[in-house]
T-cell receptor, first 113, second 113 residues
């Protein structure tokens, strides 16, 4: 596809359930990022993948959060035992090289009820 | 560690007036600096970026920003605001050592007729 694709675009889940969010980066982009944006707030860095290097997980807020990436393609962000404070837009982005433009997907809106 | 400070969570201007959105950064190495815009109910898109070279950077929609190392600033300006400029603007920083993009908390720009 032409851009970063995320699914689902909207997800409503019950507190305590697990959710999986998917990101398809732009083809050929080696770097992939996950960010979280709570309502009315800025972007919070979660995790970063670059090629075959170990991912930078320094932004993951708790051990309920994890992410995987298959090679230089799809990534999934998993939130276990969701809490209401997990409600946010989860944004995925990708880029080609260091210093290059980072392209964002439309985001996955997660609501935990 | 890198950080970004955006002064003013809300800025209001009249149509035709100068737009000035402030951004200061902290980085121990030469930074890469970005401005992203988020229109209502849309994803983030790049306005402009500074990596190396000319310190005055021109972006889309008539916006520009100047990298001032002595002031550790990268303020965003536009000579004449348009109603369509109403959006959330995010300043971000990365550097040669990391692709991780750190965002400011954002500034919401309102444009009044």
């Amino acid at each position: 596809g032409a851009g970063v694709s995320q699914s689902p675009s909207n997800k409503v889940t019950e507190k305590g359930k697990d959710v999986e969010l998917r990101c398809d980066p732009i083809s050929g982009h080696t770097a992939l990022y996950w960010y979280r944006q709570r309502l009315g707030q800025g972007l919070e860095f979660l995790i970063y993948f670059q090629g075959n290097s170990a991912p930078d997980k320094s932004g993951l807020p708790s051990d309920r959060f994890s992410a995987e990436r298959t090679g230089e393609s799809v990534s999934t962000l998993t939130i276990q035992r969701t809490q209401q404070e997990d409600s946010a837009v989860y944004l995925c982005a990708s880029s080609l090289l260091q210093g290059n433009t980072i392209y964002f997907g439309e985001g996955s809106w997660l609501t935990v009820v | 560690a890198q950080s970004v400070t955006q002064l003013g969570s809300h800025v209001s201007v009249s149509e035709g007036a100068l737009v000035l959105l402030r951004c200061n950064y902290s980085s121990s190495v030469p930074p890469y600096l970005f401005w992203y815009v988020q229109y209502p109910n849309q994803g983030l898109q790049l306005l402009l970026k500074y990596t190396t070279g000319a310190t005055l950077v021109k972006g889309i929609n008539g916006f520009e920003a100047e990298f001032k190392k002595s002031e550790t600033s990268f303020h965003l300006t536009k000579p004449s605001a348009h109603m369509s400029d109403a959006a959330e603007y995010f300043c971000a920083v990365s550097d040669l050592n990391t692709d991780k993009l750190i965002f400011g908390t954002g500034t919401r720009l309102q444009v009044f007729p």
